[in-house]
């Protein structure tokens, strides 16, 4: 499959848990994205990165999730001190910045408890 | 920012009856107008999508249509099949596209009785 991948595709954590999600894009693309999705609605953006830069990130719930993208292939998303209403999918897509079709990954569901 | 609202939230139809689902945004500068479909519990599916410089698109059963000046964009489905049921969201570019980053309608769960 060489399309985007997402690791792992369920999380459950206790509240106050810090969580780390990957994500793999499609090897040719240069911007990856970062959307949550909860019950009902349709993905809200979070982040993207441009090769390995940051480019948007005022998105972000609150200063306790972060991303990185290290190397501009795959990327991280972290959550720390979850909390129950961080409880969501959260989506990676990847696109090519001269086409702006996204492509996504099957998700990470996180289920706080 | 972009804000993007879709209708109806759900729609059920016979098979073989046609399928219209309308959404408006809110920022004139943006540029690219994408569908999704999402099955349930599987990742959203890009199936369709137009850019401002045309007013309609056609791919088989499926035609998206645009309309600048009223802001507003619409995804048709013909000839539905149980198939097609799943749920669709329409997107908008923000930042007038020049992130790549969407702004999503809430969907609408579509479902096609055989």
């Known amino acids: 499959d060489t399309g985007v991948s997402q690791d792992p595709r369920h999380k459950i954590t206790k509240r106050g848990q810090n969580v780390t999600f990957r994500c793999d894009p499609i090897?040719?693309?240069?911007?990856l994205y970062w959307y949550r999705q909860t019950l009902g609605q349709g993905p809200e953006f979070l982040t993207y990165?441009?090769?390995?830069?940051?480019?948007?990130k005022s998105r972000l719930l609150s200063d306790r999730f972060s991303a990185e993208r290290p190397k501009g292939s795959f990327s991280t998303l972290e959550i720390q001190r979850t909390e129950q209403g961080d409880s969501a999918m959260y989506l990676c897509?990847?696109?090519?910045?001269?086409?702006?079709?996204?492509?996504f990954g099957q998700g990470t569901r996180l289920t706080v408890v | 920012g972009e804000n993007v609202e879709q209708h109806p939230s759900t729609l059920s139809v016979q098979e073989g009856d046609s399928a219209v689902i309308k959404c408006t945004y809110s920022d004139s500068a943006s540029n690219y107008f994408p569908w999704y479909k999402q099955e349930l519990g599987k990742r959203p599916q890009l199936i369709i999508d137009?850019?401002?410089?045309?007013g309609e698109k056609k791919d088989q059963r499926i035609a998206v249509t645009l309309n600048k000046t009223a802001k507003h964009f619409s995804l048709h489905i013909t000839e539905t099949q149980p198939e097609d049921s799943a749920v669709y969201f329409c997107a908008a570019s923000d930042h007038g596209g020049s992130q790549g980053n969407l702004i999503f309608g809430k969907g609408t769960k579509l479902s096609v009785k055989p």
């Open positions: 990165f441009q090769n390995e830069a940051q480019l948007e």
């Open positions: 137009i850019r401002s410089n045309v």
């Open positions: 897509a990847s696109s090519w910045d001269r086409n702006f079709q996204a492509f």
């Open positions: 090897s040719e693309h240069n911007r």
